[in-house]
């Protein structure tokens, strides 16, 4: 190993092995990263049973504050604790620059394409983006053109994917647009964290993020429909079986507002109201946490009982604002999404700052014949998908899944896109007594009301299976806290 | 405040009132047990069944460790300590964001414990442990509600619940106690019946407080007066119905609303009853049908605080 450690640090990384994918607390030769040094040495120095000490009493806090996910499609045991690892992620402030202006144009980007392509459609006539490209996506929501929406914010809550690949550059897999969610664990994690390191902590000089929900409040509130300057603010929430309630329940308690279902709601001359032991209450703003598809069975999904009847006309009455906007999830199609670029440059005239993933477009009848050809060394996904479902890893898959994929994306080349297997970066995670490297990609949370803000951070997951790609934490990912370092 | 909300507090104090209700009668019931001359073991079971509400599925077959067990731990069975803990459990679940973190952590730790394997090899050694620990959490509960939460509606609807679920419990058991407590001769100094009145008492945590006011010295016109009329000891249904009034006046207070009057006159009626009736006219009047009228007095004013407060109809609040 290299010189300059004390004894203990070898001793922690054991055999840890390094490759050619960026890890986050060494460079390539073994050396410590400049800012991971105390880190380490810290970890070094804890004895053994003290640092399993802190990880289980982590562990038992997580249990007894009940923050727990659901996993869809098991019986029994379905609420779990989310996997936490016990060492954090750095970020230098220099890193994290970027990263927030790469983020702020992005998201200013998208945010002006969906209003452009729900109200007069230039960036379509002037053939940026084909027409039928967003024409077919599964969350084009056809009942939003021409609907004026608050302040001209469609996504006002959004949590975008970075990786960060072997040159040390982050790019951004993939945008959330609809009801990204993790922020609870990214502000549990910290609580934690401070509480497991607290001396180390305050070494680090790490930027704060627990005010997330006062910003979050600040942005709904500036969303609220003229003329109602106490505006009621609440959280519509799937309900109880949802794999988010927790979260739910968490930013509502710390906004202060009511949490509802829709069984809570009624609508009467295109107003909302909720059902309160003091009668109707007028409701202003509704921080939306259900598919657009369960909102209102009235003009969506009629079949569902968890939204509200009426609800949608509300809306376009502008007696109500909901967000994010309905048909966000027309911009973070994953088609749709190699455009990125194109529709940065087109509205903003830049470059964007941070890059996309190489992505193939099945459409294409060239890219597509490379793809088929190449399905073992490719990623294949769903586009209207997310949380992992609906996914082929090439080089993870046999051949029959491989077969099975192919023929689905001949019926249905539009469904699907391809990118490359991506080496992503990969940082220490305690795994026993030993360090580990674990793939871990970073969601950053925006929001978007007045301005755009974003806490510095977000929620870094981990694929806690050894070699796994996949993150997700209905996949088995896990977590970690993220330390977004001020400047030197 | 929600009705949903409201909803969802009520019910997760009336099942931990009663889980907790339940699980000191089983133990008294297993201690009285304990001296097999006063009485079979089977007649107390039965007994407790019937204070329980006469829940199905637990006919004596004589296996006294199965069928504690079954009451503790069944989490199907709607009359046991589990499925009380897990509704209560759910309900605060659903209601997350309204109780502290305090309480949500206090109520999950004994949720979590009655899942444990330490609560099960518990009840194989002691289940008096078990049950001990079941009640002490339920108080450490109460007690963190009543200095972390918002003393506001929501709150209010737990007390409403607390003693709602309290005085319709009480009633059921006295009733269920009470012809055993005439039939036998009133002075016995062979211990049993002592032990029976003192079980009687212990079920309500009423044994230290009775004797405070009346000495050891027990009698059943007594005891009964107690349970029933007394104004300041927490279980009795007076003190019960009390509650239910202060409760439902500070949910109108805090409201916009004027309340029904048939709510208000409900309460009243019951509370004005246990004001202005003595222990001796209960005593020379039917005393079984004085303690029925309570229960079903207890249940009228449950249905209206639904009908105005939870499941009121759109149309009518939409016309106020």
Known sequence: MSPGHPVEVDKLFGDYPLDHAFDEMREADGTLRQHYRALAETLARLPQEELQRRKQSAELSFLTQGITFTVYGREEGTERIFPYDLLPRLITAQEWNRIERGLTQRITALNLFLRDVYSEGKILNDRVVPRELVHSCKHFRRQMRGLQVPRNVYIAVVGSDLLRMDNGEFVVLE??????????????????????????????????????????????????????????????????????????????????????????????????????????????????????????????????????????????????TVTNAFGTGLADDKALYAYVPRIIRYYLDEDAILPNVETYLLTEEQERRHVLANLEKLVVKAVGESGGYGMLIGPHSTARQREEFARQIEANPRNYIAQPTLDFSRAPCLVGDRLEPRHVDLRPYILFGDKVNIVPGGLTRVALEKGSLVVNSSQGGGSKDTWVLESQ | MLSRVADSLYWMSRYLERAENTARQLDVTMSLMLDTAGASAESRWKRLVAALGDPQGLDWNGDLDAMAYTLVFDSLHPASVTFAVNAARENARQVREEISTEQWQRLNRLYHHMHSQLALSQSRSSMADVLAGVVDGIHLFKGVTDTTMIHGQGWHFIRLGRYLERAYATATLLEVFQPELFQTPERDDSGYQYLEQVGLLRCCTAFEAYCQVYTADLTRDRILEFLLLNRDFPHAIRYSVDGIRQAVTAIQRTGARRPPDELTAGIGRLHAMLDYTSIGEILAGDTARFLHTIREQCLRIHELIYSYYIHYSIQSALAV
């Open chain 1, 175 to 320: 945008d959330n647009l609809r009801v990204p969610s993790g922020v609870s664990y990214m502000l549990a994690n910290r609580r934690v964290m401070k509480r497991t390191f607290p001396q180390l902590f305050q070494s680090y000089g790490v930027r704060p993020i627990e005010h997330y929900p006062q910003l979050l409040l600040a942005t709904l509130r500036s969303l609220a429909p003229e003329g109602r300057p106490e505006p009621n603010i609440v959280l519509l929430t799937p309900g109880v079986f949802n794999s988010a309630y927790y979260e739910h329940t968490y930013l509502a308690r710390q906004m202060g507002i009511d949490l509802v279902e829709g069984r809570d709601l009624v609508t009467h001359d295109n107003i909302v109201y909720m059902r309160t032991t003091d009668g109707l209450k007028r409701v202003d703003v509704i921080y939306r946490r259900v598919d657009d598809d369960f909102s209102d069975p009235l003009v969506f999904r009629a079949d569902s009982a968890l939204g509200c009847a009426g609800l949608f006309n509300a809306y376009r009455a502008g007696n109500v």
